[in-house]
């Protein structure tokens, strides 16, 4: 049913639990497996120490996740990106094409927050062109 996953991981501990569900999901369908990190800093040039730090802390999310995808016996590409995650996500998923799912994390805000910056997991299950997991 689902032939390539995308898993967006960042490093939360809801992200964790998307993360786990998702390689479940993928040993049990034998699923070409994806997760993406996205960086919202924009690093210029003279951000080197800014740049070595998201360097990092994606070594370390990916070194984690491998080894839990190994676990599964699943293979795992990475991906870093840099923008805004919702777009950063969904461009991902249109540029990259053929994804049958997205698994997220879901961590809850107050409503003043929603109401100013809205939430990620909305936007993701509005604008992502395949199917959307939200994983509590």
Do not use: W
């Not at 786990?20 to 993406?36: C, G, K, P, T, W």
């Not at 960086?39 to 802390?57: C, F």
């Amino acid at each position: 049913m689902y032939e390539k996953i995308l898993i967006a991981n960042n490093g939360s501990e809801a992200a964790s639990k998307a993360l786990a569900d998702a390689l479940r999901l993928a040993q049990v369908h034998q699923s070409e497996v994806h997760m993406i990190y996205v960086e919202e800093n924009v690093l210029t040039p003279q951000a080197s120490g800014e740049k070595k730090t998201v360097d990092r802390k994606f070594a370390e999310l990916v070194a984690q996740a491998e080894e839990e995808a190994k676990s599964y016996r699943v293979k795992l590409m990475s991906h870093l990106v840099v923008g805004r995650p919702g777009p950063a996500i969904v461009d991902f998923l249109v540029s990259r094409g053929g994804f049958d799912l997205l698994v997220i994390g879901f961590k809850g805000h107050t409503d003043l927050y929603h109401r100013i910056l809205g939430k990620t997991a909305d936007r993701l299950l509005e604008f992502a062109p395949c199917a959307v997991l939200v994983v509590k």
